[in-house]
C-alpha cells in the first residue's frame, strides 16, 4: 500500500509540473515574402530560445552578396560599398563602409558552424544579422514566424 501510495504521488507530481516551452519558428517572411530556406541550404536552429540561420541563405534573401574566407573562417557580406565580417565563434558582427570606418555590433551568442554531408553552413541568430542590416525584426506568436521588413511598419 505504501507502494501505491509513492507512485501515486509520483505520478501526481509529475502531471501537476509544468514545463516552460520556448516558442520554434517555423517560417521566415522577409519583405512582405515568405522565404523558404532549401534543404541544401540548412534549416531554422532552435538554440538558447534564439532563431539561428544560415547566414547565406538569409543575407541573400535581403540581395546581399556572401564570400566565405576559410583562413579566417569568416563570411563576408557585401551590401553595395559595405561589408560585414561575421568569423565563426565570434559575438560580433563588424561592418567596414566604403570610408574605412568600423562599425561594431555585439551579439550576445556566437556564430557557429553546423557540420552537414558536405560542407557546413556558418549560422547566426536571424535578429542579429538583420538589424546589423538596418532590417525591423518582429515575431508573429500566432503563426510562430519572424518577420524582417527593411522599412519600419507605419
Do not use: H
Amino acid at each position: 500500500m505504501k507502494k501505491l501510495t509513492a507512485v501515486l504521488v509520483v505520478l501526481c507530481l509529475g502531471l501537476c509540473i509544468t514545463q516552460t516551452a520556448f516558442a520554434a519558428a517555423q517560417s521566415i517572411v522577409i519583405n512582405g515574402t515568405a522565404a523558404e530556406i532549401p534543404a541544401d541550404m540548412g534549416e531554422i536552429i532552435e538554440q538558447d530560445d534564439r532563431t539561428f540561420v544560415p547566414i547565406r541563405f538569409v543575407s541573400e534573401a535581403m540581395n546581399k552578396t556572401v564570400k566565405y574566407d576559410d583562413n579566417l573562417s569568416a563570411a563576408l557580406i557585401l551590401d553595395g560599398a559595405d561589408m560585414y565580417i561575421i568569423q565563426e565563434g565570434s559575438t560580433n558582427i563588424y561592418k567596414i563602409s566604403d570610408t574605412g570606418s568600423t562599425a561594431v555590433t555585439p551579439m550576445d551568442t556566437s556564430a557557429f558552424i553546423k557540420q552537414y554531408d558536405v560542407g557546413g553552413r556558418m549560422y547566426i541568430p536571424i535578429r542579429f544579422l538583420a538589424e546589423a542590416f538596418g532590417y525591423v525584426v518582429g515575431w508573429d506568436e500566432a503563426t510562430q514566424t519572424v518577420t524582417i521588413d527593411s522599412q519600419p511598419a507605419q
